[in-house]
Structures are given as structure tokens and as C-alpha cells.
């Protein structure tokens, strides 16, 4: 079957760093997605990565690995206005996306 | 530019009612999917629409969920004799290049 596994929560402290993992498992593989999305509203494209290495935007860097069937999300100097749920999303070979249950980060001062 | 809008925000109905979700697309986005997203949960697939054709309704709950897209723009989500577990979020999404996904706000729907 098709599964997405990332943490249910995680908890920071403001300016420091953080890295919000993903493992997946799809028939056939078409790029990793993550995706912000804050308490009661839509979610937000942050990152897409379909080659093997690091991605940099910003704070924000997401890495996969294909042959491992692994991705992270790397938040740096991180503010309270991080604080969202991060959904990971593999695409099929289908184009479909399989979503996680997304991880839950809490920033505290 | 305009971002996916999705009407009602809101929608508070009676168990065995019928309701319809309207999601307008980015203009131009060939690509529209619907969704459902339940509380602490990923967005579950519903259909994909490719222009004016369900390219893949596989995500259907059942023959109580109904979608059209008549003039590959405006898309309709239709649910017949809702149910208690229908409550949720309904997201839409649009794309351009099935690359990129814009979601909409989503539609909270409470069947009581």
C-alpha cells in the first residue's frame, strides 16, 4: 500500500533550528511536497523536490533521498509565526499525491 | 492575482440533506482537484478534474459524492443524503502544470 509517515508533533524554541522528517512509500515516484498550513486555514506550497540532494529557499531547505524513500524539512532561525502544521506529500505514478497526517510544530519562546 | 476561491466558507446542514461546494480556480489552471481534510489528518483525495473531464474520481466515497466541471473553470462538488461522517473540510486546488497546487480556503461542512 501507499503510506506517509511523519511525526505527529514537534516542539522548538524560537531562533533556533528544526527538522521535520518524512518517510514514503508510493507505487512508482513522482516528487516530494511539503506544505504549511496554519490552524483553520488552506495549505501553502513551500518545497518540491524530485532529484536527490538539498533544496535551499530561505530559512527554509528540504532534502530527499529516493533510494532511502526520505525527505526533511529544514526550518532555520525560526519565528513564532512558524508555528503551522508541515504536510509531506509523495506524488505516484499516477500524479496523485499521498498526503501525511502532517507534523504539528509548536514554537515557544 | 486572484487565489482559488471556494464558496460557502461555512455550511451547517441536516443529516440526509443535500449540498452543493462551489470551487472557482485560478483562471487559466487546467488542473482542478478536490479534497477532504478531517481534523489532524492529511488532505484526502476525492477527483481530479483535467479541463472540463474527471481524469480520476477513484477517491469518491461512495455514489452519494458527485463533482462537475461543465465549462473546465467552476467546479461543483455534490453530496446527496449527507451523513454525520461527511463533516469536514472540502479543499480545492488548482494547477497549471500538476506541479504547483493552490488551494483554496476549503469549506467547513457540519452535517448535524
Known amino acids: 500500500g501507499q503510506n506517509i509517515d511523519q511525526p505527529t508533533e514537534m516542539t522548538a524554541t524560537e531562533g533556533a533550528i528544526v527538522q521535520i522528517n518524512c518517510t514514503y512509500q508510493?507505487?512508482?515516484?513522482?516528487?516530494l511536497f511539503w506544505y504549511q498550513q496554519h490552524a483553520g486555514e488552506a495549505p501553502t506550497f513551500l518545497s518540491y523536490n524530485v532529484l536527490d540532494g538539498l533544496e535551499e529557499k530561505g530559512r527554509f531547505s528540504s532534502f530527499l533521498s529516493r533510494s532511502k524513500g526520505y525527505s526533511y524539512l529544514l526550518l532555520k532561525e525560526l519565528q513564532m509565526k512558524d508555528s503551522a502544521s508541515y504536510l509531506c506529500?509523495?506524488?505516484?505514478?499516477?500524479?496523485?499525491?499521498?498526503w501525511g497526517a502532517g507534523t504539528k510544530l509548536i514554537i515557544k519562546p | 492575482g486572484a487565489g482559488v476561491s471556494q464558496t460557502p466558507s461555512n455550511k451547517v446542514t441536516e443529516k440526509g440533506k443535500y449540498v452543493e461546494l462551489r470551487c472557482d480556480p485560478i483562471s487559466g489552471h487546467t488542473a482542478l482537484y478536490w479534497y477532504r481534510q478531517s481534523l489532524g489528518q492529511g488532505p484526502e483525495f476525492l477527483i481530479y478534474f483535467q479541463g472540463t473531464g474527471a481524469a480520476d474520481d477513484s477517491g469518491l466515497p461512495n455514489d452519494r459524492f458527485f463533482a462537475v466541471r461543465p465549462e473546465g473553470s467552476v467546479s461543483t462538488l455534490k453530496i446527496q443524503r449527507t451523513e454525520r461522517g461527511d463533516s469536514a473540510v472540502y479543499l480545492c486546488a488548482s494547477s497549471s502544470d500538476r506541479e504547483i497546487f493552490d488551494f483554496g480556503p476549503g469549506t467547513r461542512l457540519l452535517v448535524l
Open positions: 506529500a509523495a506524488r505516484d505514478s499516477n500524479y496523485q499525491l499521498i
Open positions: 508510493t507505487s512508482g515516484f513522482n516528487g
